[in-house]
């Protein structure tokens, strides 16, 4: 490719930083508050030794493990791990939830079966509109947990089933590609704020 084409390219990839830059500091005012009150509720779970069930399809499923890696392992200091678990990651489960009942139970049936009274689910969703994270704040609900729902746009069908013990942390903007990334980085923030809390400032 010619040198006008590199160029192009270039500007574009300088656009696209540009863009996500934009999308994420828009979005972080919008969700400073809510991002401290989800912090302090994942506090309040792991100090009454109860534990965090995590859900997503695709993409958010990806960064639902990320959260977990960041809760279970460690975030940026050495620390002991909480007990965080990634609902998407079991794929003889998974596949057989789909099999014998539906695709829209794999996230539902687990937390039946693992979700206990004082439990947080946190789940992701660009959208917020599909049905097995739909069933999946219902079967929380059923169980006594709270939720906090990673959504995008305008919250989709997520919003109306929330209840007052629940967070939701909105992204507000149209592209897929910025919500996750905004989605990325809110965990980040999580982590960083649940981990100040706990065992204070990260020492230079």
Do not use: W
């Amino acid at each position: 490719m010619n040198d006008n084409n590199n160029f192009e390219l270039e500007e574009r990839v300088i656009s696209l930083f540009h863009k996500s830059l934009e999308a994420k500091m828009s979005s972080g005012e919008l969700l400073a508050p809510n991002l401290v009150a989800a912090s302090q509720l994942l506090v309040t779970t792991l100090l009454n030794e109860h534990k965090i069930l995590v859900a997503g399809n695709g993409i958010s499923a990806a960064n639902s493990q990320i959260l977990v890696n960041c809760l279970g392992n460690r975030f940026e200091r050495e620390r002991p791990g909480f007990a965080a678990y990634a609902l998407a990651t079991n794929p003889t489960a998974i596949t057989a939830f789909a099999s014998d009942n539906s695709f829209n139970e794999i996230f539902s049936k687990q937390i039946s079966a693992l979700g206990q009274a004082g439990d947080v689910l946190v789940l992701l969703t660009t959208s917020g509109n599909p049905s097995n994270l739909i069933q999946a704040v219902a079967s929380a609900h059923d169980r006594g947990m709270s939720v906090i729902a990673f959504t995008g746009r305008d919250g989709g069908n997520i919003p109306a089933l929330l209840d007052i013990h629940d967070i939701e942390l909105r992204a507000p903007i149209d592209s897929r590609a910025r919500i996750h990334e905004v989605h990325l980085l809110s965990i980040f923030c999580l982590c960083d704020l649940v981990d100040h809390q706990l065992f204070g400032p990260l020492e230079d």
